[in-house]
C-alpha cells in the first residue's frame, strides 16, 4: 500500500488575515443606501459641462499696432534713435516720386530699425527678421504694417555699410563732444563670426580653374538656348538660369583672384603656396580657429569700446586669423572718428606687432 504524499501547506494552520484596513469597520446599510442614492443621482444629472481649451479655434481680433507694446518698450527706444539719425541720403535715392510709375520703396528708416533691434536681439540672418516682422509684436510695430522681405533686408545691409561708418562716427562724436563718454582707457578685442561659406566650398588653383571652365560654358549654353527658343516663359526661366550661372561664374573669378593673398599668407606662416584655397561661395572668407576650438570659415571682427561707458567707438572686419597687426589700423580709426587718441590703450598678447609699438 502506497502512503498518501503531502505537502507543507496541507499541515499548516491557516495564516490570519493581516492588512492596513481589517480593523475598520464595515459601512453600515445606511451609509450603503446613502452612497447608492448619491451615485443614481450624479449618474442622472450627466457629467459636468466644462469650458476646455480649444487652441484650433481661428480667431479675428481687432487691435492697434501702438497697443501692443508698453511705453518703455526696446522697440520704441530704437525706433526713437532712428527718427534722429540723417537718413536723407538713402531718401534721395528713391527712385518713386510723385505720380511716376513704379512700386512706392520701404521707407529706409523700417529697415535700419529692424537690423539695429535684430542686432539688440542676437538675430543676423535677413529671413529670420523678415519671419519675426510677421510673427513677433515688436518687429510688426516697427514695420508699422509695411511688408518687407528677405531680400531687402540683406541689400540694405549689404549696400551702405559707408552710411552705417558714417552715422557710427557721428553719433560717437556727438557723444563725445557732450561729455558722454571719455578716452581715459579704450580696449579692443577680436571676435570671430561665423561666414556664410561651407568647407567644401575652399578649392585650390587646379579645382577653381575648372570649375570658371565649366561655368563659363555653362553661361554660353543658357545664351544659346535663349535665342533659339521664342517662349515668353522659357525665356523668363533661361534668364534666370542665366543669371545664376553667372552668379557663380562671378564668385569662382573672385575667388581666383584671392588666391594670390591666401598663398603669401600661408608662406609666412610656413606653409606651401600650392596649398592656397579659396571659397566659391564667399571669396572673402578664411579658414580660422573659432573659441570652440574647431575650425571653420570666418570673418575676424574688431571691437574698440570705452572701458568707462561700454561705448563702441571703434570697428573694423578683417579676414586675418590673428589679432596680431590689428592694433595700429584701429588706433588710426578711433583717432579719426574723435580727432584724438585715447590716453591708454588695453589689449591682450595677440595683438602687439613689434613694428607698430611705439617706444618712446
Keep these: 500500500m502506497i502512503p498518501r504524499m503531502t505537502t507543507p501547506t496541507e499541515h499548516a494552520p491557516a495564516a490570519p488575515q493581516t492588512g492596513l484596513f481589517l480593523d475598520l469597520a464595515e459601512p453600515s446599510e445606511a451609509q450603503v443606501r446613502e452612497a447608492q442614492a448619491k451615485e443614481a443621482q450624479r449618474c442622472k444629472q450627466g457629467a459636468p459641462r466644462l469650458r476646455q481649451p480649444n487652441r484650433q479655434q481661428v480667431e479675428l481680433r481687432a487691435s492697434d499696432l501702438e497697443s501692443l507694446l508698453p511705453e518703455d518698450h526696446r522697440a520704441r527706444l530704437v525706433w526713437g534713435y532712428v527718427e534722429r539719425q540723417d537718413l536723407s541720403a538713402l531718401i534721395e535715392a528713391v527712385k518713386a516720386r510723385g505720380r511716376q510709375a513704379g512700386r512706392a520703396a520701404i521707407d529706409p528708416r523700417i529697415l535700419f530699425a529692424l537690423w539695429l533691434y535684430a542686432t539688440l536681439d542676437g538675430v543676423g540672418s535677413g529671413r529670420e527678421v523678415a519671419r519675426l516682422s510677421l510673427e513677433h509684436d515688436a518687429y510688426r510695430w516697427i514695420c508699422g504694417g509695411v511688408s518687407v522681405n528677405y531680400h531687402a533686408l540683406n541689400d540694405f545691409r549689404a549696400g551702405n555699410e559707408a552710411l552705417m561708418d558714417e552715422l557710427l562716427t557721428d553719433n560717437v562724436t556727438a557723444l563725445a563732444a557732450v ?47 535663349a535665342q533659339a527658343d521664342p517662349g515668353q516663359a522659357q525665356r523668363q526661366a533661361q534668364a534666370a538660369r542665366r543669371r545664376a550661372a553667372e552668379a557663380r561664374e ?3 573669378q573672385a575667388a581666383l583672384e584671392q588666391l594670390p593673398a591666401v598663398a603669401a599668407a600661408k608662406q609666412r606662416n610656413g606653409g606651401k603656396a600650392e596649398d592656397a584655397r579659396a571659397s566659391t561661395t564667399d571669396a572673402d572668407a578664411r579658414v580660422m580657429k573659432m573659441g570652440d576650438g574647431g575650425f571653420r570659415p570666418a570673418f575676424n571682427v574688431q571691437f574698440a569700446t570705452t572701458c568707462d561707458e561700454q561705448v563702441i567707438v571703434g ?46
Design 179 to 225: 561729455g558722454a563718454i571719455t578716452l581715459g582707457r579704450v580696449a579692443q578685442d577680436g571676435m570671430r563670426v561665423r561666414a556664410a561659406a561651407g568647407a567644401a566650398s575652399f578649392r585650390r588653383q587646379a579645382s577653381l580653374d575648372e570649375h570658371l571652365s565649366q561655368a563659363r560654358e555653362r553661361v554660353q549654353t543658357i545664351k544659346t538656348q
Design 250 to 252: 562671378a564668385r569662382i
Design 315 to 360: 570697428m573694423g572686419v578683417v579676414n586675418a586669423g590673428s589679432d596680431m597687426a590689428q592694433l595700429a589700423p584701429m588706433v588710426e580709426q578711433v583717432g579719426q572718428r574723435l580727432g584724438r587718441s585715447p590716453a591708454q590703450w588695453l589689449v591682450d598678447g595677440g595683438f602687439p606687432a613689434h613694428e607698430q609699438i611705439d617706444r618712446r
